[in-house]
C-alpha cells in the first residue's frame, strides 16, 4: 500500500532537513575544530603562547555568515508555517469532534464517520472542536498537528497525495483511554470519494464503513489478504463458529478472554485485533484453543485486514 503524504508534508520536511543538515555541518565543523586547536595548541607544544591581536574582518566574518545562515532557517520555517496556516478559498469543510475517547468526522451532506475519508489532490479544512477536554488531532504522515479545545474552535488543513490510509492520533493526554483515540484518514481517488459522498446518508458510522467498503481500495486489500493469507481457512466472515470465532459483528463487541488462567472482559476494537493478528495465544478468546500461529503482517496490511473486519457488521 503507498506510503501517503500532503502538500503540508513538504512544507514541514523541507525546513525540518535544511535545519537538520545545517545542524550536522556546524557539529561537524565546530567539533573538529575544537578538537585540532586542543591538539594544535596544547601548552607542550607552545610553552610560550605568543599574543595574538584582534582581527576585525575575522570577526565580522563570523558574526555576519551566522546571521544569514538563522535568517535563512527562519525563512524557509515561516514559508512552511504560512503553507499549515494559509487555508485555499475552495477547501472542503469537514466538522471534527474530539471526545473522550474518539473522533467524529461530519461532513456538509449529514454523513457522520469515525473514519476521515477524503478526496486525494483536493483541500480539505477540518474544524476541529472538542466537547469535554483538550484533545490534539494529530496526522504524523502530514505533517499536522492541531489542539482540539473545549469552547473554541480551531482548524488545520491539507491537500493529500496519493491514494491510501495514514494514522491519526490524538497527541494530547485527555484520560485513561488517551493512547486509544486512534482513527484513520483514508484517502480515495475524487471518482471513488464522489461516489462514496453521494450515497444516501444512512444513520450512523457503522452503515457509513459498509457503504465505504464499495470503494476504498483499503477495505479490498484487506479481502484479499483475508484469502491470501489464509484466515478463511479458520474463520468464516458470518458469524458461526469454524476453528476460530466468526468474523462478523466480532469489530465492537465483548469478548471474554483467558491470561494466565484469569478470565477478563475485552472489547475488540483495533489494539485487540492488531494483538491478536500478531501475538493470537496473548488473549485468547474463552472456549478456543491455541491453534493460530502468529501472522507475519506488515504495518499497512494489520490495518488493511482491521478495517475489513470493521464492515463486517
Ligand atoms: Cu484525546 Cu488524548
Given at each position: 500500500m503507498n506510503q501517503i503524504t500532503a502538500n503540508t508534508t513538504a512544507a514541514v520536511d523541507f525546513s525540518f532537513w535544511f535545519i537538520i543538515a545545517i545542524s550536522v555541518v556546524m557539529l561537524i565543523g565546530v567539533t573538529g575544530a575544537m578538537v585540532w586547536f586542543a591538539f594544535r595548541y596544547h601548552h607542550k607544544r607552545n610553552p610560550n603562547p605568543t599574543h595574538v591581536p584582534d582581527n576585525h574582518l575575522l570577526e565580522i566574518v563570523w558574526t555576519v555568515i551566522p546571521t544569514f545562515i538563522v535568517l535563512a532557517m527562519f525563512w524557509y520555517g515561516y514559508k512552511g508555517f504560512l503553507e499549515l496556516r494559509r487555508v485555499p478559498a475552495d477547501a472542503m469543510v469537514i466538522n471534527v469532534t474530539g471526545a473522550m475517547w474518539k473522533w467524529t468526522f461530519e461532513y456538509d451532506n449529514g454523513r457522520k464517520t469515525t473514519n476521515l475519508i477524503v478526496p486525494k489532490d483536493k483541500s480539505v479544512k477540518l474544524l476541529l472542536k472538542s466537547v469535554d477536554v483538550l484533545h490534539s488531532f494529530y496526522i504524523p504522515a502530514f505533517r499536522v498537528k492541531e489542539d482540539v479545545l473545549p469552547g473554541k474552535e480551531t482548524y488545520l488543513w491539507f491537500k493529500p497525495q496519493g491514494i491510501g490510509v495514514a494514522d491519526v492520533f490524538c497527541?494530547?493526554?485527555?484520560?485513561?483511554?488517551h493512547a486509544y483515540m486512534i482513527t484513520k484518514v483514508e484517502v480515495l481517488s475524487p471518482e471513488d470519494f464522489q461516489k462514496w459522498y453521494d450515497q444516501?446518508?444512512?444513520?450512523?458510522a457503522d452503515t457509513n464503513r459498509a457503504v465505504l467498503a464499495q470503494f476504498s481500495p483499503v477495505i479490498d486489500e484487506g479481502a484479499k489478504l483475508m484469502q491470501t493469507k489464509a484466515c478463511l481457512s479458520c474463520h468464516k466472515l458470518d458469524e458461526s463458529r469454524l476453528?476460530?470465532?466468526?468474523?462478523?459483528?466480532?469489530?465492537?463487541s465483548k469478548q471474554i478472554v483467558v491470561v494466565n488462567n484469569q478470565e477478563k472482559e475485552v472489547t475488540v476494537d483495533d489494539a485487540y485485533l492488531r494483538r491478536s493478528l500478531l501475538?493470537?495465544?496473548?488473549?485468547l478468546v474463552k472456549?478456543?484453543?491455541?491453534?493460530m500461529a502468529p501472522v507475519p503482517l506488515t504495518e499497512a496490511e494489520v490495518t488493511a485486514l482491521i478495517e475489513y473486519m470493521k464492515t463486517l457488521q
Open positions: 497527541a494530547e493526554f485527555c484520560g485513561v483511554q444516501p446518508v444512512g444513520g450512523d476453528v476460530g470465532p466468526g468474523l462478523a459483528k466480532l469489530y465492537g501475538e493470537p495465544h496473548v488473549e472456549g478456543y484453543s491455541n491453534l
